[in-house]
């Protein structure tokens, strides 16, 4: 029997008396991926930020059980301790330095030099920064994950997509690398993208390379993995080869129940009326352009939107709503509508759930409660008490609405005044989510909505949207990276490559005819 390259023993670990892992063992093996899966909230995280050595165990008390690596105990206090021991992770939410470039931010901490004559009479401290050098290992990094991107572009303003693809290609440029956690790699990418990382997953493991892969997306799971090992509130209740067990059985063991999501039917679209009109967009979105961009979105509907990465499908939601500069015809509702005007759009009764989360969508060191009220609290002053000429928070409504949302998405916290900043990824895009439907709007722009979200809840917001599509009429714009999460509820969904528009599909049409929108052959060519 193969001995075990990394042991985790009897794992625990008190956040201020919630206890969230209850004695977890892990294992893993050189050469081996060893998926971790959970609901968010299961202590997937949790047991990751134990095994790099993250301030926010250590600040919080520590932990209980052991760490093993060849067999030896080992005590790490630190990311810098866990990278001594031959330990690499890419972080479900960026560790980047947006002001520096790509090969600045795969080389951080480990940057090679050269000598000059200053440091051949004062000492190695003053080389040079040797940025040729770098930029090739950089360069030999991004190639290996198909990533024609320049090494020398800044990170600031590349799509999630591709700083995805940089936290990754830094951790494949390391030297003695023994083990790597993956934590939700694939979250931010597209089919094709995430495809190209599993096969970069399964070369590194040829490699002797042990993967440690948490993922929500169930078929990566059985197309890459050796063992699974799932997580249920804190708990362990499976350790399983991956060969031994099914999808079906591990959304069971995730969530305690069944999971299916069901097909919206179809709708009546010949009377339908045209709520927004858009002609002629364009948008300066880094990364993901919009280059000219008809679209009508229907009263009462779905739409869809998808495409590969980097091509628009993303800059059409940040254009419209002003986060991005913007060129083109809007009409909302028949009348004409600025753009550029973020304030104007949320107004009129359009919100948006942006695909960053953490650049975008939250205020991380304020609280649940305020961050699912500010922007109902700007627009149209709820969540406000009026004194004379002044305007101050109403903390009682507030707290009120926010136990509901709480409720209602099952955002796992410990009450209404936590800060954002220490929830679980899925739990922040929950509050997202929360914080658009708390304006009530007509028309929601979503983007990503399901990004690192368990099955369980992955289905809570699908149901949502199309109940608040069914019952409320709310018009929805759904833009995803995964074309079955779009055909599953959307009425129509539109393709763009390349910056434009290539076709509007039915979600019932074949997979071929949705490739080839994708590959940038128009509809009829």
Known sequence: MDKYLLQMINIKKNYSGNQVLKGIDLSLKAGEIHCLLGENGAGKSTLMNILFGMDVIHSTGGFEGDILIDGKSVDINSPKEAMESNIGMVHQEFMLIPSFSITE????????????????????????????????????????????????????????????????????DKSHLEILVFDEPTAVLTESEADNLLKTMKKLASQGIAILFITHRLDEVMTV?????????????????????????????????????????????????????????????????????????????????????????????????????????????????????????????????????RGVGLVLDESIELNIAFTAMKVDNRFMKKYGFFYLQNGKAMKQHANKMIEDFDIRCTGPRQHVGHLSGGNQQKVCVARALTQNPDILFISEPTRGIDIGAKKLVLDLLLKLNTEQGMTIIMTSSELAELRSISDRIAIVS????????????????????????????
């Open 105 to 172: 931010n795969i080389k951080l901490n480990r940057e090679i030099t050269k000598g000059n004559p200053v440091s051949k009479v004062f000492g190695e401290r003053l080389k040079t920064v040797d940025f040729k050098a770098m930029n090739e290992d950089a360069r030999v990094a991004l190639d290996k994950l198909d990533m024609g991107i320049e090494e020398y572009t800044t990170v600031a303003g590349l799509p999630v997509g591709h700083m995805q693809f940089v936290e990754i290609a830094r951790e494949i």
């Open 498 to 525: 390349e910056g434009k528009l290539t076709g509007i599909l039915p979600p019932d049409a074949p997979d071929a005819k949705y490739g080839l929108l994708m590959s940038g052959m128009k509809e009829g060519e």
């Open 225 to 357: 993995s050796d063992k699974v090992t799932v997580l249920r509130d804190g708990e362990l209740v499976a350790c399983k080869k991956t060969s031994d067990t099914s999808v079906e059985e591990i959304a069971e063991l995730m969530v305690g129940r069944k999971i299916n999501i069901v097909m919206k039917n179809k709708k009546d679209e010949s009377e339908q009326e045209i709520l927004l009109d858009i002609k002629n967009l364009h948008v300066e979105m880094p990364g993901e352009e919009v280059k000219g961009v008809d679209l009508h979105v229907k009263k009462g509907e779905i739409l869809g939107i998808g495409g590969l990465a980097g091509q628009g499908k993303i800059g059409i939601a940040n254009g419209i709503m002003g986060l991005f500069p913007s060129t083109g015809e809007i009409s909302l509702k028949g009348a004409a509508t600025a753009l550029n005007d973020t304030t104007n759009m949320l107004s009129n009764g359009v919100a948006f759930v942006s695909e960053d989360r």
